[in-house]
């Protein structure tokens, strides 16, 4: 990609990072879980976001070349951005795992708004049809869990 293209993506990057890592300090404080960004992979107890899918604005999937002077006035990324996240709990139990998911939903429903780094996050629960979760996992190869659907809607704040 272009310098423009691929400075606009490391923006990107440090948006979301930053960003779910707000999701996870407020899931953390609120629920009183340990929460990991990532894949439920090394058998640790407690909550897992799952970042799983990137909606991108399709001006940013072919934007064409900048002049240099328009590339140096660029400070913030392109928003609003999109991303799909799975709350998955690993627990002992299939109770605790359901305390955990329940304590996530709470926690979500009374602090949807992140801000964070001139940033606001909305996190929004979402439906998720069983045939997509089922193709999700199978893909990833995780087996098929109870889990909580959101999203992430960044802007500028």
């Known amino acids: 990609g272009s310098p423009w293209q691929i400075y606009q993506w490391g923006l990107l990057t440090m948006a979301l990072s930053i960003q779910l890592t707000a999701l996870r300090d407020m899931l953390q404080a609120e ?8 894949r439920p992979e090394n058998h640790m107890m407690g909550l897992y976001l799952w970042p799983w899918k990137l909606d991108v604005q399709a001006n940013l999937r072919a934007m064409p ?34 305390d955990a998911l ?26 998720m049809p069983a045939e997509e979760l089922t193709a999700l996992f199978t893909a990833a190869e995780l087996p098929l ?3 909580l659907a959101c999203t992430l809607e960044i802007t500028a704040s």
């Open 31 to 38: 629920t009183g879980q340990a929460v990991f960004i990532g």
């Open 65 to 98: 070349p900048v002049p240099q002077r328009e590339f140096l006035k660029a400070k913030k990324p392109e928003l609003p951005l999109r991303i799909r996240v799975l709350v998955l709990p690993m627990a002992a139990s299939g109770i605790e795992s359901c």
């Open 145 to 147: 869990t109870l889990c």
């Open 102 to 127: 329940a304590a996530a939903l709470r926690a979500i429903n009374d602090h949807p708004v992140l801000v964070a780094a001139d940033m606001r996050g909305q996190v929004r629960i979402d439906a």
